[in-house]
């Protein structure tokens, strides 16, 4: 069974408008994490925002936010007015314990292409 | 700080045929993960090392694909004989050791191509 899921294969957004990209993950465990990467045309996987599994606030880094609905299993990232330079893949992960104790690894979702509109 | 280096950038190489790649971590990054991203899709861990020992290696195609990670720092993959469909980028991301909120560093990625 997929552990994440990215309904939205592609997003069109215009300049200077919010959009939100979906990501629903399924997991038993009670400690988990969340993270959303962007990963431009060039390549490189840049790291954007984490949410912990318990922390009662929503993450927010400058323009990303991350919308937690801990009881629904989704954690969606909320891009405020978007820039032209916003055009790239979004992944979503979920942190899991590995098998190794104190050691973790991340899944990542199939991703969102988003495209921003002049 | 220096970030993950990864080489090659690019690998174009006939089918049969094998290739290595090489990675060295951010300095002090006890973790370090091999992911393989196919295009469209994303990324899937192959193997993950702490130090100089395999924590997970189970989505690795071990018929073809062997790791190394000596003396727990820098790592090479290695793919012997490709096939087409190892086609893709093979990414390669560091992080300190038992740190959960701490997100993987990555490196640029090496594509490659297996005609």
């Known amino acids: 069974a997929q552990k994440i899921t990215q309904t939205q294969p592609g997003m069109f957004v215009q300049e200077k408008e919010a959009v939100t990209l979906d990501c629903t993950y399924d997991t038993s465990d009670q400690s988990y994490g969340l993270f959303w990467y962007k990963q431009p045309s060039s390549g490189e996987m840049i790291f954007l925002i984490y949410q912990g599994s318990y922390d009662e606030q929503n993450a927010t880094e400058g323009r990303y936010s991350l919308n937690f609905q801990k009881a629904r299993k989704s954690a969606n990232l909320v891009i405020s007015a978007s820039q032209l330079g916003d055009s790239a893949m979004y992944f979503c992960a979920m942190r899991e314990l590995s098998s190794g104790a104190g050691s973790y690894q991340l899944t990542f979702g199939k991703g969102t292409k988003l495209s921003v509109i002049p | 700080e220096a970030g993950v280096a990864q080489s090659p950038r690019y690998k174009i190489i006939e089918k049969r045929q094998s290739v290595a790649f090489w990675c060295n971590p951010i300095?002090?990054?006890?973790?370090l993960y091999w992911y393989q991203q196919i295009l469209g899709q994303g990324p899937k861990l192959l193997i993950q090392f702490q130090n100089n020992g395999v924590v997970d290696d189970s989505q690795l195609p071990k018929d073809r694909f062997s790791a190394e990670r000596l003396k727990g720092v820098d790592s090479t993959l290695k793919i012997q004989p490709a096939k087409l469909e190892d086609s893709a980028v093979y990414l390669c991301?560091?992080?300190?050791?038992?740190?959960?909120?701490?997100?993987?560093?990555f490196g640029n990625g090496t594509r490659l191509t297996v005609t």
């Open positions: 991301a560091s992080t300190p050791r038992g740190t959960g909120g701490s997100p993987l560093h």
């Open positions: 300095s002090g990054h006890a973790t």
